[in-house]
């Protein structure tokens, strides 16, 4: 058994591979040993991909050295790991576990055949007196080969005062090979009925194991395949630029401010911005996004992302571990390993299962040396036995972290970046859900929708002067300004005297001419009448335009309606929402006027205007007061305490912005159909996770009684060994397979 230790020094964690852990037994050690060394404070480790994260300002060689001590090898790794050296660990994992089951299978087919067909002499004739010892240490020999993992996991526990998978599996086996070497001993003072070695049980019990375990080591890796994509993005060398030469580097040596090269075809090696040159990128496997998306100098591309067809420079701004795709794995790898609410009930079964289930088998063995026919103790012993080996609760401790493994990986595939596990299993809960407006549901990015020109002013005119004026202000209002006057090819000309009045708007001379740009109450300000426009104000406001007055040397030359517009599919977000039952709030800090009218378009009825950033829990608050499960869907800065008060956070990010703390779930993109994604994606792993726990308890339940020999006095049936190795194995498979579902549902 081996771990890897990957240091995050960005939020002092760090995450442990952990390769051997066959149980949730083993999860409860790993979790013990890590608690107690000084600086942890919190640690989660996760079965399906065997993993661990630790939280905390711990000294990684005294983790190391607490590995070591609960049985497990551990090396520290930093960086961003190689997914095909992962890939090969895994292989070569199989490939073992393969040739042990192997080994154990062709001894047991022999020696069932040879018990069939009565080929082997009779237990203490004198040809079985050389013949059983030498079976015997034969078979000593496959169970050490075949076993030997699990005989000293056992060993490894029982030194921690601990039981696991392994202890029940050492138990069963080891007690089927001692007792037939008793028989053999012994023979002369047992009842020929009695006089029967369980060799054959004990191997076919360790191949059918070994085998469930190799089936389920290859389908937990396909559990990871979104993060190995992820992983596999980015690039291992970057073409750089440096004193006039490009030369191929590693990845890890580019730094802050290289200049690099992308050549069509070719994946963007790091963060940055483009300084020369275009392209179209396709970004679909960070943000879930089919359209390629064009670049041209001064836009942001993201390392993992494709080149289409152009080349272009561009600077790098992150690089390593700072870069986008590194912190959506890193937030991919925690939410993976988190633990929502349901899995803490299986934990806590899992805990005291085994010690249950020893007792059980003890119980069981005495029932039928007892009350049990002849041979009542070679009933007692298949019937205890059976029961040690079929009650092996891998199937429970898979059940809800290979779910949510897989769930978070086919959410990161869709751009739908989830942190935390509870998130995952509250999200398909929400009631109610509370929507910011700038950027949220419009697209956060003012534009000029209206220019209506007076007396004998063009439009033309009208733009040019009040983009001259604004080239100089810094308000939101004068980059859309300037952007349409850019459209048009239109030439600024130089503004003087400039005054800006706070809150009102701008003023300044113009080609000889006095000029105001700014509301309603600048015009007041200024002794400008603006009365008989009142009426154009209000419909530009019913539109959800912002109205700006343009007067010129004392008159009214014009009005502007620059307006943030909804996206392109707010409207089919907000109904998709309305179609699972969610209650839908616009909560914004804009004027009643606009909030209603862009409200409109969207299709919500509920909006509540001139919200202060700041009360924006409060409201989320007497939401949750009122019995609603709310979700918070906002840019993540100024909506950070609301996020943080809400069932579940939503934030709305860019590929280059993923790491907003307040948030539970990021959506890599701007679109609110993500958000409906989100919430049937939850709904989707509760059912399978409710679908694993449940077979796997089911499965339990029946099978324990049933090994124990419930059947026997109504039906004359008893429930072989090799049988119940068989089943033990398979459960867990069948817990795996179904989590995989989830990789294939359609978003």
Aim: aromatic share 6%.
């Amino acid at each position: 058994m081996s771990a890897v230790i990957q240091n995050d020094t960005t939020n002092n964690a760090l995450r442990l591979s952990i390769l051997g852990m066959r149980c949730a037994g083993c999860v409860s050690a790993v979790e013990g040993a890590l608690k107690e060394v000084p600086g942890v404070l919190e640690v989660t480790v996760n079965f399906a991909d065997h993993s661990a994260y630790v939280k905390g300002d711990a000294d990684p060689d005294l983790l190391k050295q607490a590995i070591i001590s609960a049985g497990f090898d551990a090396a520290i790794m930093e960086g961003l790991e190689d997914p095909s050296a992962q890939e090969a660990l895994e292989t070569k994992r199989y490939q073992e576990l393969m040739k042990k089951a192997g080994v154990a299978g062709v001894l047991g087919v022999i020696l069932m055949l040879g018990e069939h067909f009565e080929w082997f002499p009779e237990i203490g004739s004198p040809n079985g007196q050389w013949f059983w010892p030498q079976l015997a240490l034969i078979t000593l020999g496959v169970l050490i080969y075949s076993g030997w993992h699990f005989y000293s996991g056992a060993v490894k526990a029982l030194t921690l005062k601990q039981a696991n998978m392994d202890t029940l599996i050492a138990l069963g086996t080891g007690s089927a090979w001692l007792f037939s070497c008793i028989v053999i001993d012994y023979s002369a003072n047992l009842p020929s009925l009695a006089k029967h070695a369980y060799f054959e049980a004990a191997v076919v019990i360790l191949a059918f194991i070994n085998l469930g375990s190799g089936l389920e080591t290859l389908a937990r890796g396909k559990t990871s395949s979104a993060i190995r994509q992820l992983i596999g993005l980015q690039p291992r060398t970057a073409r750089v630029v440096r004193e006039g030469i490009e030369q191929d580097i590693a990845i890890e040596d580019v730094g802050l401010g290289d200049i690099l090269r992308v050549r069509p075809g070719e994946k963007i090696p790091v963060d940055g911005t483009v300084t020369e040159g275009h392209s179209t990128i396709d970004e679909s496997m960070l943000t879930g996004e089919p359209i390629p998306v064009e670049k041209i100098k001064g836009t942001l591309v993201v390392a993992g992302t494709m080149n289409q067809k152009g080349t272009f420079m561009f600077q790098a701004t992150r690089i390593g571990r700072d870069t986008a795709l590194a912190q959506i794995i890193k937030s991919v790898r925690q939410a993976q390993s988190s633990k929502p609410e349901i899995a803490r009930l299986a934990d806590k079964i899992s805990s005291i299962f085994v010690p249950g289930v020893v007792l059980i088998s003890l119980f069981t063995f005495v029932i039928w040396y007892t009350f049990g026919p002849e041979p009542s103790l070679g009933y007692a012993f298949v019937t205890s036995m059976t029961v040690l080996v079929i009650a092996c609760p891998c199937a429970l401790g898979l059940a809800t972290p290979i779910s949510v493994m897989v769930a978070v990986g086919r959410a990161a595939q869709a751009g739908i970046l989830i942190r935390k596990g509870e998130a995952l299993q509250t999200a398909g809960k929400l009631t109610a859900i509370i929507l910011d407006k700038t950027g949220t549901v419009t697209e956060g990015k003012p534009s000029v929708a209206t220019i209506k020109a007076l007396g004998d002013f063009s439009e033309e005119t009208v733009l040019e002067l009040a983009a001259s004026i604004e080239s100089g202000s810094e308000h939101p209002l004068a980059g859309a300004i300037l952007s349409a006057a850019e459209a048009r090819q239109i030439s600024l000309s130089k503004a003087q005297h400039f005054e800006a009045v706070a809150g009102h708007g701008v003023c300044a001379e113009i080609q000889g001419r006095s000029v105001y740009f700014g509301n309603a109450a600048l015009m007041e300000v200024k002794g400008v009448q603006y009365g008989e426009h009142k009426s154009t104000l209000e419909a530009l406001s019913a539109l959800g335009q912002t109205p700006v007055l343009l007067a010129v040397d004392g008159q009214i030359a014009g009005i502007i309606g620059v307006a943030d517009p909804i996206k392109k599919d707010s409207a089919a977000a907000i109904a998709k929402l309305k179609e699972q039952g969610v209650r839908i709030i616009m909560v914004t800090g804009d004027n009643p006027v606009t909030a209603k009218a862009i409200a409109d378009q969207a299709g919500i009825t509920e909006v509540r205007a001139q919200v202060l950033p700041q009360d924006k829990a409060e409201v989320v608050k007497q939401l949750q007061d009122a019995g609603e499960t709310v979700g918070m869907v906002g840019d993540g800065i100024n909506d950070a305490p609301a996020l943080a008060q809400a069932n579940v956070g939503f934030a709305i990010g860019t590929g280059t912005d993923v790491a907003i703390e307040s948030a539970d779930i990021v959506i890599l993109q701007g679109s609110l159909l993500k958000v409906s994604e989100a919430m049937a994606l939850s709904k989707m792993t509760v059912i399978n996770i409710k679908q694993n726990l449940v077979g796997a308890f089911f499965y339990n339940t029946v099978s324990i009684p049933v090994a124990a020999g419930l059947l026997y006095p109504l039906f004359g049936v008893l429930l072989n060994p090799m049988i119940a190795g068989a089943a033990m194995a398979m459960s867990s498979v069948t817990v795996v397979t179904n989590a995989n579902r989830l990789r294939w549902i359609k978003l």
